[in-house]
């Protein structure tokens, strides 16, 4: 019913950038909070940064002032944009996303997962 599809990853030299997007598509009513975890192979899955509904921002420390997260309403599209990369923040990075469709209430979606690599 509901699909988040996520693009932009790929490999960047350190103090580069990147900019992540996840587009939701199918039978969508209200989107609600949205956000960016990353996992790096051996590791728990983490949580980056998110937005709600009325565009409150949350970001976890280490990415704090290097990442933005935004979303156009319009396009269904919820981006992370990357700057100054450092090598500890490869990893794959998923779209999460509290979505109601067709039904009278939310679920939680996720996105395939995209993979970002900061090395030299």
């Known amino acids: 019913q509901v699909q988040l599809v996520e693009s932009g990853g790929g490999l960047v030299q350190p103090g580069g950038s990147l900019r992540l997007s996840c587009a939701a598509s199918?039978?969508?009513?209200?989107?609600?909070?949205m956000g960016w975890y990353r996992q790096a192979p051996g590791k728990q899955r983490k949580l980056v940064a998110s937005?709600?509904?009325?565009?409150?921002?949350y970001y976890v420390d280490s990415v704090q002032g290097r990442f933005t997260i935004s979303r156009d309403n319009t396009k269904k599209t919820v981006y992370l944009q990357m700057n100054s990369l450092r090598p500890e923040d490869t990893a794959v990075y998923y779209c999460?996303?509290?979505?109601?469709?067709?039904?009278?209430?939310?679920?939680?979606?996720w996105g395939q997962g995209t993979q970002v690599t900061v090395s030299s």
């Open positions: 999460n996303g509290d979505v109601q469709g067709a039904g009278p209430r939310s679920y939680n979606y």
């Open positions: 199918g039978s969508i009513f209200t989107i609600y909070g």
């Open positions: 937005i709600t509904r009325s565009d409150n921002t």
